[in-house]
């Protein structure tokens, strides 16, 4: 699957010392991000999203008291008529 939208790391619902990486659409709706590679941990921006938007790649999973996408692969979105 493919989604796209703004990068963060949010504080964890159960665990509000730990953060996630997630993803946040325009109305604030928010994904989890699961097995996002180190390096990319830099474009996560605190408690806040990133100003560009970006596509991620992967397999969505829901299970029986959550859902994530299991990341393969993050790059930035380049198309800007995507938002006219």
Avoid: C, H, W
């Avoid at 970006?54 to 979105?77: A, F, L």
């Amino acid at each position: 699957m493919q989604v796209k939208g703004y990068l963060s790391l949010e504080k964890s619902s159960e665990d509000k010392s730990l953060y996630i990486t997630a993803l946040i659409d325009d109305y604030g709706n928010m994904i989890e991000l699961r097995d996002v590679k180190s390096e990319i941990y830099d474009f996560f921006p605190k408690d806040e999203t990133t100003e560009k938007v970006y596509i991620i790649e992967g397999q969505y999973i829901r299970g029986n008291d959550n859902e994530y996408v299991r990341v393969n692969s993050i790059k930035e979105n380049r198309i800007l008529s995507d938002f006219n």
